[in-house]
């Protein structure tokens, strides 16, 4: 079992950054690939960012460039670096371990970009 918990939400303006933070707790060892995903008021869940075991990065075509995900290496805390905010970077930001089938989410972190 695998407890996430994000941090570093909250209020920033257009052009901003913010730093998240998803720290794990639990059995970790089978865990392969760790991403972040967003939801904004109204919206479907969309992916923003992935990490594999092996390093291997991929962002979402809307935050190429401008965020950075990454990790620690005992791999309990994931990072997404957000740069360049946008108003319609507004949403609910989770952090997803993958461990074979099953998916393991934290409780969502707001994010919230306005002047």
């Known amino acids: 079992q695998v407890q996430l918990v994000e941090s570093g939400g909250g209020l920033v303006q257009p052009g901003g950054s913010l730093r998240l933070s998803c720290a794990a707790s639990?059995?970790?060892?089978?865990?392969?690939?760790m991403g972040w995903y967003r939801q904004g008021t109204g919206k479907e869940r969309e992916w923003v960012a992935t990490?594999?075991?092996?390093?291997?990065?991929t962002y979402a075509d809307s935050v190429k460039g401008r965020f950075t995900i990454s990790r620690d290496s005992a791999w309990r805390t994931l990072y997404l670096q957000m740069n360049s905010l946008k108003p319609e970077d507004t949403a609910v930001y989770y952090c997803?371990?993958?461990?074979?089938?099953?998916?393991?989410w934290g409780k969502g972190t707001l994010v919230t970009v306005s002047s």
């Open positions: 639990g059995s970790i060892w089978r865990i392969n690939v």
């Open positions: 990490i594999t075991s092996a390093g291997i990065t």
């Open positions: 997803k371990y993958k461990s074979g089938v099953i998916d393991y």
